[in-house]
């Protein structure tokens, strides 16, 4: 079933449901600047105005500009038993490498799956190439590992669940977790296999589940069941998502918060074009939220 074939079958002949271009025309053009963009297609970027407002966000361990610094990736990630690489202007969670465990000479990713230092290495080349890059040229940014929360380490411990929630004039709208899997190899994107919770609003509460266009009611590794879950720490999350969106110019956008084990809430990155099939996983239109909430 196409992204959203469920919800128009569901809701049809109700024309509620936000697509692309509406989206583009109505919301993204409207409240974005163009402009303003840089401001959430570039994580490090995103970072330091977020750091400078207060939120919290995760460490930056080192960075990698230019193809000469790439010589140095073995000594900078020396002491760093795991970590994670990604492009600063990727999306979609492309181009994210998660590290577990390592020896000197090789990198275990959540699946199992083992790269070598050479393989590392190009990986980090391709980023700064701008493989993943929404434009040519890039940075490959490393991180610490965040472990997970003991409510999201339930949900899955093998990988960061993430909270997507969306924010329209600086308000939250709608809100759901989305839950690494093995098909997706650790990593919290739902077109890469990961299970989506929806959640009220107003509670945090998980409503329903959605794993790869169907309804779930667990996880589709573990079997741990997810509908009527309750998100601790609920109103840290939505005041942490409000003060982020108040905090930057785009008046439309999804704020990816993860919450670790030690440093409790964080920001991971915001997104100006966020994705429409938190519409599916939660199975409420958003412009009947909208509508609802008087911004549409």
Not at 78 to 102: E, L, Q
Not at 129 to 151: C, T
Not at 259 to 283: C, K, S
């Amino acid at each position: 079933m196409s992204v959203f074939g469920y919800l128009r079958s569901a809701f049809a002949p109700s024309l509620d449901v936000l697509g692309i271009n509406r989206r583009n025309v109505d919301f993204v053009k409207t409240r974005n600047r163009r402009s303003d963009f840089p401001v959430a297609d570039d994580k490090l970027l995103a970072k330091r105005i977020l750091a400078a407002a207060g939120i919290p966000v995760s460490e930056t361990l080192t960075t990698f500009e230019a193809f000469y610094e790439i010589r140095e990736l073995k000594q900078r990630i020396a002491a760093f038993d795991t970590f994670a690489v990604k492009p600063a202007r990727g999306s979609g969670g492309n181009g994210i490498v998660v590290v577990v465990s390592r020896t000197p000479e090789t990198f275990t990713t959540p699946s199992g799956r083992v790269l070598t230092l050479s393989e590392l290495t190009k990986h980090v080349a391709d980023i700064v190439y701008g493989v993943y890059s929404l434009d040519r040229g890039d940075q490959a940014i490393v991180e610490p590992l965040l472990r997970p929360s003991p409510f999201f380490a339930a949900l899955y411990p093998k990988g960061l669940s993430d909270v997507r929630v969306i924010c329209v004039d600086d308000e939250p709208v709608l809100s759901m977790i989305r839950v690494p899997t093995f098909v997706s190899d650790g990593r919290a994107n739902l077109h890469q296999g990961a299970l989506g919770l929806g959640l009220d609003l107003a509670t945090g509460q998980v409503i329903r589940g959605w794993s790869r266009g169907r309804l779930a009611e667990t996880h589709p590794d573990t079997g741990v069941p997810v509908v009527g879950m309750t998100v601790p720490d609920w109103p840290i999350i939505l005041d942490i998502a409000r003060r982020t969106a108040r905090a930057v110019p785009l008046k439309y956008l999804g704020i990816d918060i993860v919450v670790d084990a030690v440093r409790g809430p964080l920001v991971l990155e915001i997104n100006a074009r966020p994705g429409l099939e938190i519409q599916n996983v939660t199975g409420v239109p958003l412009r009947a939220r909208l509508r609802e909430r008087g911004l549409a």
